[in-house]
């Protein structure tokens, strides 16, 4: 395998996990790593070449051992300079809430070397969350969605906005990608921001029935809509 493909296979790594990341970092859930398979045991590979330590890096991080990838992506950053190995071990540090000041100076020189680069925008947008800086996170989350349209980007703004006490502007941008899409993840999400999050069973129920008038029904809806109209009837003649 290549250098530039194990490189882009690295990049892509780094934001997949990304999205996921902002939505579950508040609240500090990590991988359960307890199998009783193979990927349980250490990895024994003769370790010699770069590609080689690629491999050996993401093997670590697909089975929970965050430590451990961050090692290697810290060796390979040290040994190469390569600025793929290093938004990965910022990427790395953030999930493992590790040396956190050194990735933050490191995002800032980034920053400054580009301001319109959408990978560290997005680390330094993780970052902020992390610190509760919402005002500096809607800052970066601004500028993510004036400079790209790419779903996943446009996703990772919205959740910027909703841990930022911004609702709107997340259901905005969640409406645009449903609007271009249908997608049903994005549809549950809307309509748990609006009545899991802000009340509004309302607005849920109608949103998801106009879904279930546009692409149909199935469980994971009908079991949402079934969940908010019981919210809803339960909160009758309540003041």
């Known amino acids: 395998m290549s250098r530039n493909r194990l490189v882009t296979i690295v990049l892509s790594f780094i ?3 990304t999205l996921f990341f ?6 500090h859930k990590f991988l359960d790593i307890g199998q009783e398979d193979m990927f349980s045991r250490p990895m024994n590979l003769d370790i010699t070449t770069e590609d080689d330590k ?10 929970g051992d965050l430590a451990n990838s961050y090692k290697v992506f810290s060796e390979l950053y040290k040994n190469t300079k390569a600025k793929a190995y290093q938004l ?6 953030l999930m493992l809430n590790k040396d956190l000041n ?6 800032n020189t980034l920053y400054a070397q580009n301001p319109n680069d959408k990978e560290v925008l997005k680390l330094i947008l993780t970052l902020h969350l992390m610190q509760n800086k919402f005002d500096l996170a809607n800052n970066e989350a601004e500028k993510l969605t004036q400079i790209s349209n790419e779903y996943t980007d446009l996703e990772v703004a919205s959740d910027a906005f909703l841990y930022s006490n911004e609702p709107n502007k997340a259901i905005e941008i969640l409406k645009k990608i449903y609007d271009e899409t249908g997608r049903e993840d994005v ?4 309509a748990i921001i609006l009545s899991d999050m802000y009340g ?15 692409y149909g029904s199935n469980q994971a809806i009908e079991k949402k809509l079934y969940e908010i109209e019981n919210l809803k009837n339960g909160t009758k003649g309540k003041i």
């Open 187 to 190: 549809a549950l999400r809307i």
């Open 88 to 93: 990965k071990k910022i990427h790395l540090s």
């Open 200 to 214: 509004e069973h309302e607005q849920a129920i109608e949103f998801l029935k106009s879904y279930v008038q546009k």
């Open 22 to 27: 902002i939505s579950t970092r508040i609240a």
């Open 102 to 107: 050194v990735s933050a100076s490191e995002l």
């Open 54 to 63: 690629i491999m050996q890096g993401l093997w670590y991080e697909e089975n």
């Open 15 to 17: 934001f997949v996990v």
